[in-house]
């Protein structure tokens, strides 16, 4: 099936920083979205991306819809304890209607 | 307003036993999807159905199956459960079949 990979796997930061992570597939899409998922609870739809090198913010989140279409990223700046939980990238090709997900990335804060 | 909301939200099966899990979409959204995530993945797909029609089946077996009701409510059926089928199902409401999708809270079942 479908593989999205997600880098990195996990990550521990300082409060304050700054976060990158990224998305990448095998195949071309037409729309991407960002979630973010807490323990036991179902995802949280934090951006979506319609078109080829877009870039769109949502407070101190920020994601871009790769130029190849191939792939994603999200920056969240200034972290804060509650930017904590599991964030994973979901692709939707122009055929099909299924969106296929990455292996999700691990927020951890530190404060 | 309300967001999706699905039922149960716990559920303890055993082997080989049918259970029928509940989604309510988004007042004004026509398109519900079905995923199913184990523990430490991602979703998976399973199920999209819009306008009452099966839009998209995953990789699944045949034991899993779906219906979407008038009111655009639906149901996920999954039957001769298996230890594996133990998961997370979330249901997610879109307006349409390529739109983004909005999850609700899941039902966690548990096979044993």
């Known amino acids: 099936g479908q593989q999205l990979n997600q880098s990195p796997q996990s990550m521990f930061i300082q409060e304050g920083e700054d976060v990158s992570m990224n998305c990448t597939s095998s195949?071309?899409?037409?729309?991407w979205l960002w979630y973010k998922q807490d323990p036991g609870e179902g995802p949280v739809l934090l951006i979506a991306?319609?078109?080829?090198?877009e870039l769109t913010s949502n407070g101190r989140l920020t994601a871009q819809f790769g130029i190849t279409r191939k792939d994603s990223f999200l920056n969240i700046s200034a972290s804060i304890p509650s930017d904590v939980g599991i964030y994973f990238c979901?692709?939707?090709?122009?055929?099909?209607?299924?969106?296929?997900f990455g292996t999700g990335t691990s927020l951890t804060v530190i404060p | 307003d309300a967001g999706v909301t699905q039922s149960p939200t716990h559920l303890i099966k055993t082997r080989g036993q049918q259970v029928t899990l509940r989604c309510s979409p988004i007042?004004?959204?026509?398109?519900v999807s079905w995923y199913q995530q184990v523990l430490g993945q991602g979703p998976q797909f399973i199920f999209q159905?819009?306008?009452?029609?099966?839009?998209g089946r995953g990789n699944f077996p045949d034991r899993f199956s779906a219906r979407q009701f008038p009111n655009y409510s639906s149901e996920l059926n999954v039957n001769a459960l298996l230890l594996g089928d133990s998961a997370l199902y979330l249901c997610?409401?879109?307006?349409?079949?390529?739109?983004?999708?909005?999850f609700g809270q899941g039902t966690r079942l548990t096979v044993v």
């Open positions: 991306l319609y078109k080829a090198g």
């Open positions: 997610a409401s879109s307006t349409g079949t390529n739109t983004e999708a909005f």
């Open positions: 979901a692709g939707q090709r122009r055929t099909g209607n299924q969106f296929y």
């Open positions: 007042s004004g959204h026509k398109s």
């Open positions: 159905y819009y306008e009452k029609e099966e839009r």
């Open positions: 195949s071309i899409f037409n729309t």
